[in-house]
């Protein structure tokens, strides 16, 4: 279990987190979602005890991670979003060289490092050079070096950062065993709701701030007031545009011409709605389809930052 009470951070007169408080419970997957800058990469350093927080307490399955950051190292495996890497050394010397540096001795280092491999889909690449590798594969040995002291908490921060989409679904496949296999996983990425099926649960982060915190099915209910509308027209979207935008309960549009569709954030019940299309219809607009679509993590971070700024 991850405790977070009261969480800040300053750097000279600028928050970067502000009144953090969470709890993160043991063998469950948290997904952090949050532009750059938003506080994710600065709350998981504190975590990994790589940070000293201005205030309140971060707590590791009850230890506090300022008054015994060694015991808490034991028990993660911490994944930054920029990493060195030593690239003289063959992805299997790399392993081992982190191995020691965890005290591991040199059988229970042999005895890890192609579990690991064939975990991360990297045994046919066990003696080739780190510099050799691509990006993709690059990730998944740092993922291997995480894990290699077999600890029981994962914090990964933008671990899908720069890869292609193949490589992309080679990192969720993974950490979809690593759930398996009880971990508890804290994940932080811009492309998060490719992962969505993974999270129990999700905060939400924006200007160091924690505006929602909860399963994604929970946080999505809280914004029901708000629907995501999709109109697809025939022809010119100009005119969709047009009539839409002047709608005081319509907020967060996209239009898209090639596709023919706009959408929208809506505030109102169903019978609104009902009016809205008959509305449409009369005003002209040559209306092909009219749904409510369900709502993703993207769209659930856009309607919550957008609610806090205009608070």
Known sequence: MIEVDGLT???GSFYALRDLTMTIDGGTVFGYVGANGAGKSTTFSIIATLLQPTAGEVKVDGISVTEKPHEVRRRIGYMPDFFGVYDQLKAD????????????????????????????????KRYEYVDDLSRGMKQRLCLARA???DPDILIL????SGLDPRARVEMREILGHLRTMGKTILISSHILPELAE????????DSGELKAFGSVRAIQEKLQSEKLITVRVKGDIRQ???FFEQDPSISRMDADSGKGTVTFLYRGAEEEQIALLKKALTAGLPVLSFAEEETDLEDVYMAITERSDSA
């Open 147 to 149: 894990l290699i002291h």
């Open 240 to 242: 969709a545009i047009t």
């Open 198 to 205: 993974l999270c129990d649960t999700i905060g939400v982060i």
């Open 9 to 11: 951070k300053k750097f």
């Open 157 to 160: 921060d933008e671990p899908a």
């Open 93 to 124: 010397e790399y392993l081992d060289f982190y191995g020691a540096s965890y005290g591991l001795d040199r059988i229970e280092r042999r005895a890890a490092i192609p579990k690991l491999l064939e975990l991360v889909n990297l045994e046919q």
